[in-house]
DNA sequence: GCCAACGTTGGC
DNA sequence: GCCAACGTTGGC
């Protein structure tokens, strides 16, 4: 089955790229999702060795910033049970989980990041998820030309 | 800090 | 099942 991509977005101020890199065996499960689009990608279409982007939201330019690979398909996300967390979800029940994570590994950081404005000019990203007007999702698919045009601009130096 | 856009909730 | 109110996201 073919590869495939997918743009995470995090705040860096929470969990930046560096965090990534400097994270144990510079992997990390992505949990505290809590929004159904999202959580349906996480659970039942990302698989290992999928393709992710790195994505800075809230950010200082807002921008894409490198690469991970998903090395640990859905599974239950323990917050959602756990009553002192802040992504506790009293209605999820443990043999009917709601919330989902992946784990993802580091793989690489763009020599330069990329910031929307910049995502914006490039004709081959026009229908890109992060770049339709109100675009919220956190867990967002990315097509093969999608994810080749980035990688490219990624490690193309300023 | 503002606010547009969107998702969720809950009354009816 | 509708939809107004509310809460959140995220760019600026």
Known sequence: ????????????????????????????FWNGVRNYQARNLLRDEMKVGDGVIFYHSNADPAAAVGLAEVVRAGYPDGTQFD???????PDAKPDDPRWFMVDIKFKEKFVRPLPLDLLRTLPALADMVLLRRGSRLSVQPVTPAEWKTIVAQGRRPA
């Open 1 to 28: 089955m073919a590869t495939r991509y997918w743009l995470l977005k995090s705040e860096p101020e929470s969990f930046s790229i560096d965090d990534l890199q400097r994270a144990p065996k510079q992997t990390t």
């Open 83 to 89: 009553p002192k967390s802040d992504y506790y979800d």
